[in-house]
């Protein structure tokens, strides 16, 4: 960043989530990610160098070596004019949602993360005149737990975020509940893939949003935001998919560019063949479990329907969900055979708190930090070592399990021949493309409590609301036997 020419005129607000707020520069395809704190909470210029070093380090020397160096950008740290902050701050806050507000853009140390504007194609550093759609995708966990310490049984039928659409309906943080299931999407069967795909686009809630040359177009804040306008989307995505315009508006145009978007998604998805080292884990996780979650509505319409649901055709080794689904099996002992190890090491650390820093828990995170995730064993020795290996493959397998996708495209030009990029093609055109995985921050050592009791509070509320389901049921089934009339015929 070169001090003398920041304007904060030439950046716009982006988005934010919960630890960090995002701007994006006019024509340079950066942006920058600050920090946010509650407003009575204070850290040094120090502390909040660290915090970002460690968020790059973390980038570069684990989950790149994990999902390959083509589709993880780790940014560098850069030190900004304070002047600049303060006045880009007052100049976004209108833009952001009201339910954000509750924590403060870091504008006292000076220090941000310049990265590369994902909802742009991965090759040029100005942004190009031709159309880009950008997608970005939450997938969540792919996998329903396999360990033998899971004592919720319904933890083994049924996915997790299956059960908290439940409780997040309940609690007011989204109106509906999504058909969307993320082994459904994992599963590698186009069928389920496609489902997968128009459930998120029905019910987007966090799990997906859509730019259209870097602007949101597509997405769901909160609870408060209008119902999907897939008519709407359909108009901004027609000339991507059918630039010569020859389809009619209306439902059947809507429905023809949602099924090509979907299309071109999935095959991107299964695209793929940057290296990295996800597979080192492949011998220890293989599919383990169910491959089909029990609550998913395309399982429960083909149970109906008397059918099986297709099995997962198997990822391609090569695409992106794969390794991602690679990194989340980590988590190799679920939350409640984790918890007792968390608390070893807070035992061994209340005795010996110098040891923090040994124990790389707040970093550094290196070469060596990367190759104790690689030790794949369950067999308890009872060594802090084994708890502490087991707690940071869990705190990285968190990490992967709430990444985001950004699949980035652009039609091809006539004279494409020359361009090195991967290409999808549609029914009617051809897409440049680039996939590249965001918010990689390692989930803090501190979550773990929290993690342990939300799941407890997810499977209890679903099992509830299952139980009252089936007793509604066998109540109706009881009253109509109650009313029936038994005549007889004379043979």
Request: charged share 25%.
């Amino acid at each position: 960043m070169e001090e003398g020419k920041m304007d904060e005129n030439e950046w716009g607000y982006h988005g934010e989530g919960n630890k960090s707020l995002v701007v994006a520069h006019a024509q340079r395809c950066v942006v920058l990610r600050f920090l946010k704190f509650p407003p009575n909470r204070k850290k040094t210029s120090e502390e909040i160098f660290q915090h970002l070093q460690n968020i790059v380090d973390f980038g570069k020397n684990v989950m790149k070596e994990f999902l390959g160096e083509n589709y993880v950008h780790c940014g560098e740290v850069v030190q900004l004019p304070l002047e600049f902050v303060k006045q880009l701050c007052l100049k976004i806050q209108s833009e952001r949602p009201e339910s954000r507000c509750d924590k403060d853009l870091d504008t006292l140390s000076g220090y941000a993360m310049c990265l590369p504007n994902l909802t742009r194609l991965q090759t040029y550093r100005f942004a190009e005149h031709r159309p880009i759609l950008c997608v970005e995708i939450k997938p969540k966990c792919g996998f329903i737990p396999f360990s033998s310490d899971v004592t919720h049984e319904m933890k083994h039928k049924v996915c997790r975020y299956c059960m908290h659409q439940h409780l997040k309906v309940a609690t007011g943080k989204w109106k509906q509940i999504s058909k969307y299931c993320p082994l459904d999407l994992y599963s590698g069967n186009k069928q389920r893939m496609h489902f997968a795909l128009k459930s998120l686009l029905q019910e987007a809630q966090n799990n997906l949003k859509i730019f259209k040359n870097g602007e949101l177009i597509y997405g769901c804040k909160d609870a408060r935001s209008p119902v999907a306008d897939w008519s709407e989307l359909a108009h901004h995505l027609k000339p991507f998919f059918f630039p010569s315009n020859g389809l009619a508006s209306g439902p059947h145009c809507t429905r023809a560019v949602i099924r090509e978007l979907v299309h071109v998604i999935t095959r991107v998805l299964l695209s793929g063949s940057d290296k990295g080292r996800a597979g080192t884990l492949s011998p220890g996780l293989g599919p383990q479990g169910p491959r089909v979650c029990e609550a998913s509505p395309f399982s429960r319409s083909l149970r109906c329907q008397g059918k099986n649901t297709p099995e997962r055709s198997g990822l391609p080794k090569g695409c992106l969900l794969y390794k991602t689904l690679q990194v989340q099996m980590l988590d190799l002992l679920d939350i409640e055979g984790l918890y007792p190890l968390y608390n070893r090491v807070e035992r061994y650390l209340e005795e010996f708190p110098e040891e923090r820093k040994t124990l790389q828990i707040d970093g550094p995170y290196d070469e060596a930090f990367y190759q104790k995730l690689l030790d794949l064993s369950t067999e308890d020795d009872g060594t802090v070592a084994f708890a502490l290996t087991k707690v940071q493959q869990y705190r990285v397998a968190m990490t992967a399990k709430d990444c985001s996708i950004m699949i980035a495209l652009s039609p091809c030009l006539q004279d494409a021949s020359s361009d090195q990029r991967p290409v999808v093609p549609s029914s009617r055109s051809r897409f440049a493309f680039s996939v590249s995985v965001l918010d990689l921050d390692l989930k803090p050592y501190e979550s773990i409590p929290h993690q342990y009791k939300l799941d407890g509070k997810i499977v209890n509320y679903y099992s509830k609301t299952v139980r009252a389901k089936d007793n509604a049921v066998m109540s109706t089934r009881f009253k109509e036997s109650e009313d029936c009339t038994l005549v007889l015929h004379k043979v």
